[in-house]
């Protein structure tokens, strides 16, 4: 969690809060995203809660 919240630019509790409560607003939750889009990692949200390494191409 303190890896993921340095590379998205927040807060480790804020990054423990939305894990915990799924609550976060839209701003942050787009750091996430991009901060695991950046390091090739997808969210498989609808595949099974979770995040995987992208597949080399």
Known sequence: MRDLAE???IAFT???RYE???IATETTKAK???AYTAHNVDITN???TGARLR???
Do not use: F
Request: charged share 20%; net charge positive.
């Open 32 to 34: 996430i995203v991009a």
């Open 46 to 48: 609808g595949e099974g």
């Open 55 to 57: 597949k080399a191409k």
């Open 7 to 9: 590379k998205a630019g």
């Open 20 to 22: 915990q409560t799924g």
């Open 14 to 16: 804020t990054v423990h």
